[in-house]
Nanobody
Framework: QVQLVESGGRLVQAGDSLRLSCVAS????????MGWFRQAPEKEREFVAT????????AYADSVKGRFTISRDNAKDTVYLQMNSLKPEDTAVYYC??????????????????WGQGTQVTVSS
């Protein structure tokens, strides 16, 4: 399996931008489709964005479409989540995840086998 480490989360104000990174190690990063999920307190983990192994397709949750952008750099074994126009409701722990099977445009958490430890994003109003 691949090991994942997220970074970049912090406290920001509403309207600010933030970029999260997730660095992979272990098995070949380019073998995996990648996803970002988030989990707010007392809520279920929810899908945010996903990208294919080569970056040719992306998909987003409706709540972040037009504000967030997922991308990857296979040469750096890294996937990114650029978050613009942040809102207080974006506050959550953000996780990156890796999936070795076919790509899904509307994945759920159980579709991913490898997870990072998460990074906290807090958006103040």
């Amino acid at each position: 399996q691949v090991q994942l480490v997220e970074s970049g989360g912090r406290l920001v104000q509403a309207g600010d931008s933030l970029r999260l990174s997730c660095v992979a190690s272990g098995r070949s990063f380019s073998s995996y489709h990648m996803g970002w999920f988030r989990q707010a307190p007392e809520k279920e983990r929810e899908f945010v964005a996903t990208i294919t192994w080569n970056g040719d397709r992306t998909a987003y949750a409706d709540s972040v479409k037009g504000r967030f952008t997922i991308s990857r750099d296979n040469a750096k074994d890294t996937v990114y989540l650029q978050m613009n126009s942040l809102k207080p409701e974006d506050t959550a722990v953000y996780y990156c995840a890796a999936r070795a099977l076919w790509w899904k445009s509307r994945p759920v958490a159980s579709d991913f086998a490898s997870w990072g430890q998460g990074t906290q994003v807090t958006v103040s109003s």
